[in-house]
């Protein structure tokens, strides 16, 4: 990001602290756009990182503003994988959206991950009408999809598989 | 599997037990198709499931005769979808290939997923040469290749994502 946005709000903080449990539950929550399961997943990312650090291979970046979160990303390096990182979340709080937090996240979690040696990022996503504008995003973002697995979260419910390499 | 062969060896065990890291440890590497770190994933999740049992998400089938480990396969609901099931390893010793031992547990490993409700496995490989035999295996077993990510594992070195559909 530009010099000049380092040190206006939203700060982005990598350290993971108990209480991003909560915060992290309820963003996703009240994006509207996970179920309940992926909603407890998200929050199991979070308390896996608690516990097990690094170890974990779940990484974190908060976007917040006056101790509020309005966004994050969750990313680790793939197992089995020598260069691969996988984006598992990436969302902003609705009354958020459209100041561009979503955008300086993944160039802030992408400059992290090169920094740990990713040399291509997969982020996973949904081929229903609702993720439209997710995949937009990662299209925007400089993504380009990779794979579609036909039902594959449910019956009409696809998954779209979108890659970066990084440069 | 027929019934006059259910009674023959090798026997199927779904039970998992504390001697079963070293086993499956031993086995995937004998077989010489996976690195150190994929050997430690697959002892990690005998683990896991041994600490969580079902809760792990991680289900698996031991082919074994004379108390021997012949062969294993660990599959499980993925996590976000209604009905799809990974095939995350299956695997014979490489002094028992050849007796149909890995067709047998795939169809006994199907027969498992089915009965949780799985409507569709996936499975995942490497494009590399050595894992040409793996892939004829799974196309002989009904599977089909559902998406091709290139570099995924490392420079040369993609992923081949097979799924198939259980009527």
Known sequence: MPENSRNSPPFFREE??????????????ATGF???????????LVEERLVKGDRSGYFFLFAEEED??????????????????????IAVS????????GRRLMVAAERLMAKRGARRIYADTSSRPQYES???FYIACGYREAAFLNDFYAPEDG????????S
Chains 1, 2 share one sequence.
């Open 16 to 29: 993971v602290r108990p209480e991003d449990c909560e915060a992290v539950g309820g963003l996703v929550r």
């Open 94 to 101: 609705p009354g958020e959206q459209g100041r561009g937090i």
């Open 159 to 166: 998954k779209v598989i979108f890659v970066k390499a990084l």
């Open 68 to 89: 509020r979160l309005l966004g994050y990303a969750c990313f680790g390096p793939i197992p089995g994988s020598v260069h691969s990182f996988d984006l598992y979340w």
């Open 34 to 44: 996970f179920s309940e399961e992926e909603e407890d997943i998200a929050v199991e």
């Open 134 to 136: 997710t995949r937009a």
